[in-house]
């Protein structure tokens, strides 16, 4: 699951959805990997404004990268700086979560991983 | 004719010339794809079929006249269609052949002195006519005062100028000329007892050809990995279409079994997402068959390799859209498209996660030994049935809560063609419908059906928000029903599912006797169109009689199979591997066998009443 995705999900549970502390979730005992993805600006810059970036970043740090700056560059900003766009595009695209778990902070359910694919199927109990 | 093309002011017209298959979609198309190039697309002339559900297509004329705004915005929308064969500058039209040639004369002459050096061709193409080769080298010869000096090629000449006829249709002029035989063309025998002349003729520049060849390339038939849902390229392709796919785009197909949709849009530049009830698909252990690959390349992610999309593939992630974990009423929604082939559980009735009678005691199950079920490695969810209407509003409900403005949603829904079973068209007081396109068949269709998500400024005022209310509570008392219906016990999926009552009710008997009927007599061509399916049960049964009942419940499955989910080729026969981790979405491939046995029986016995 790449960090990009992680930035898009949250708890299954639907008593979660309106708790602060259900996204995003925490990722735990992860492998990570790194695969080639199309680079694409254009995609980059369509996303980007659509990102809970405070999110991000706390998902990034979790995950031990410490680098990304608190307030979200602008679509000029990393127009101008391909360094920076294709930085972003290592760590939200090339960057995946292989094996491990998803915490939610609220109700504490654990979401595997496995092979790369998240399960969010929900036990009846929370359904 | 009068219609001339002298005064129109920076407006170029041009003639899109169709294949011949899915009428209805056609216009939805090539207006989607005005919209991505960012064009304004005015339809001067286009006959839409006489019959909304007919599926003889023969009447429909594939001929649309457009005025757009240059050359190359027309290559740019339809160097993208799927269902053009291609694009041509229009330089006149006419009812008669004398009148297309004045009207040449008339409103292209302009043109005439700018290729009068190029290399050059003329063809004729005639719709629901023939020619013979004088005949054509006649009607060639009659242009021959537009003046070109150009030398003529044939091969990959500057300039393609085609003479378009368009024929009355006659039954028996086709049909005379099928009997001259496959592989011979017959030129010379051609009975024109109704016309001897084209009810319509236009001359026009070839522009450019369509992306027909993508059906080629993303058949089915060549695709690493496929299953019993899995829809046919062209429909894919033109679903991304409709739908807006483009490079920079997300999408996203909360059913998206072997990835069919998301591999459609990625071709045309879409970064894409999808889940699936069923994480067999996504990770490759269906047991659905893929040829001679190997385990790990069939998988989703397979395919997308096959393609060299890999690099547009976002992330597949198990899930149930009824408890999605896609974030909603929380940040910027996200998508600019969704696209899908909701399962409507045709055959085993639709199914979500949850109990049909849910526990008393909400708490977690545990097992004997004081652990909780849910978080062993095999544990199975329970899923029970579900209704047709709450999964088509839950989709609708989530496109509203995740596209951005003016992000459309495209999905697929079956119908029957039967006006009193015919289901409506769903709608959200959020979503504005864009198009809806009929694929018919016999006795039943699909439809594609098409939304755009009204953007806030749209939406604000009071009669809006009262529809929204209406919407919610009748949303609540479908909830409410549904519940009822599950919880009133033992009631059967039909009831939740109007399609499928409808049509197993009314349509079931008659039509397992029409395909027995049919079918039985294409066994033995069977082998020549799946040679894969009938070497592999040659090779793993032994027996001769077991062989003959095994294919002969296949064709029935086939036949059966394709008239509930028309296309989507089922090359599964060995299929009865079901992975332990999760129950399948649909598991077409492992109870076809049991329950294609039972149904038949069932036939059987109600033939057999009947009888007495
Ligand atoms: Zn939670």
Redesign the pocket.
């Known amino acids: 699951m790449k960090i990009l995705t992680l930035n898009f999900l949250t708890?299954a549970?639907k008593?979660?959805k309106s708790?602060a502390a259900?996204y995003p979730l925490h990722p735990q005992e992860v492998e990570l990997a790194k695969d080639e993805m199309e680079y694409n600006p254009q995609a980059m810059l369509n996303f980007l404004l659509r990102l809970d970036w405070a999110a991000l970043r706390m998902t990034a740090t979790e995950l031990g990268f410490a680098t990304l700056p608190e307030e979200m560059p602008t679509a000029e900003d990393l127009q101008q700086d391909e360094l920076k766009m294709r930085q972003l595009h290592e760590l939200l695209l090339e960057t995946h979560v292989v094996s491990g778990k998803l915490v939610?902070g609220?109700?504490?359910?654990e979401y595997g991983i496995k092979e790369g694919i998240a399960n969010f199927l929900l036990p009846s109990h929370l359904v | 004719m009068k219609e001339s093309m002298k005064d129109i002011n920076g407006k170029g017209d041009f003639l899109i010339r169709f294949g011949q298959a899915h009428e209805s979609f056609r216009l939805a198309e090539i207006e989607a794809l005005a919209r991505i190039a960012g064009v304004e697309l005015e339809v001067v002339s286009y006959s839409p079929s006489v019959k909304k559900t007919s599926i003889n297509s023969s009447s429909q004329t594939p001929f649309t006249h457009v005025r757009l705004p240059s050359v190359s915005s027309a290559k740019q929308i339809i160097s993208r269609s799927i269902l053009a064969q291609s694009v041509h500058e229009l330089w006149g039209q006419g009812d008669s052949l004398s009148l297309l040639h004045d009207d040449v004369r008339k409103s292209s002459s302009h043109l005439f002195a700018r290729y009068e050096q190029a290399t050059f061709r003329f063809s004729v193409d005639s719709f629901q006519g023939s020619r013979t080769k004088k005949e054509q080298v006649d009607l060639i010869n009659g242009f021959s005062f537009v003046g070109f000096e150009g030398p003529i090629r044939m091969k990959d000449p500057e300039e393609t100028f085609t003479i378009f006829e368009e024929w009355e249709f006659d039954p028996y002029r086709t049909s005379s000329r099928q009997e001259g035989g496959k592989g011979k063309k017959s030129n010379a025998v051609i009975n024109r007892s109704s016309s001897t002349e084209p009810k319509k003729l236009y001359l026009g520049r070839l522009i450019s050809h369509s992306s027909r060849y993508l059906i080629t390339q993303f058949d089915l038939k060549k695709r690493a990995y496929i299953s019993t849902t899995s829809m046919d390229a062209e429909l894919a392709l033109v679903t991304a279409n409709v739908s807006l796919a483009a490079p920079g785009k997300l999408f996203y197909d909360p059913f998206v079994g072997t990835g069919g949709f998301p591999l459609a849009a990625a071709n045309f530049g879409a970064l894409v997402f999808g889940s699936d009830i069923d994480g067999r698909a996504l990770r490759g252990t269906a047991g659905w068959t893929g040829g001679t690959l190997k385990p790990e390349e069939r998988c989703l992610r397979g395919n997308f390799e096959q393609y060299g999309l890999k690099g547009r593939l976002g992330d597949v992630w198990v899930a149930d859209l009824a408890n999605s974990p896609v974030r909603t009423g929380r940040g910027e929604r996200w998508l600019d498209g969704i696209i899908c082939d909701p399962p409507y559980g045709v055959r085993e009735g639709l199914r979500i996660l949850g109990h049909r009678n849910p526990p008393a005691d909400p708490s977690p199950q545990v097992d004997e030994n004081g652990v909780e079920k849910h978080k062993k490695p095999d544990f199975i969810p329970p899923k029970r049935p579900y209704s047709f209407h709450l999964m088509l509003h839950d989709i609708l409900q989530f496109s509203f809560a995740t596209l951005v403005d003016s992000g459309r949603l495209s999905f697929w829904m079956p119908t029957a063609n039967d006006d009193d079973l015919e289901i409506p068209v769903p709608s959200h007081p959020g979503m504005h419908v864009v198009s809806v396109c009929t694929q018919p068949f016999n006795k039943w269709s699909r439809r594609l059906i098409t939304y755009r998500r009204r953007s806030a400024l749209e939406m604000e005022g009071e009669t809006l928000r009262k529809d929204f209310e209406e919407y919610m509570a009748q949303m609540d008392e479908a909830r409410r029903k549904e519940r009822d219906v599950r919880e009133g016990g033992g009631r059967q999926a039909d009831e939740l599912n109007p399609f499928r009552k409808a049509y197993f009710s009314t349509e079931r008997r008659r039509i397992v006797e029409e395909a027995r009927e049919t079918m039985t007599p294409a066994l033995g061509k069977l082998e020549f169109k799946y040679p894969d399916l009938a070497g592999t049960a040659l090779e793993s049964r032994g027996e001769e009689k077991s062989l003959y009942a095994e294919v002969l419940n296949y064709v029935n499955y086939v036949v059966l199979y394709y008239l509930y989910k028309i296309e989507r080729v089922v090359v599964v026969m060995d299929g009865g591997r079901v992975a332990e981790d999760e129950s399948p979405r649909e598991d077409l491939a492992a109870k076809e066998d049991s329950s294609l046995a039972k149904l038949l029986a069932e036939e059987r016995a109600v033939g057999s009443l009947k009888e007495k």
């Open positions: 708890c549970v008593a979660c708790s259900s939610c609220n109700c504490g359910h």
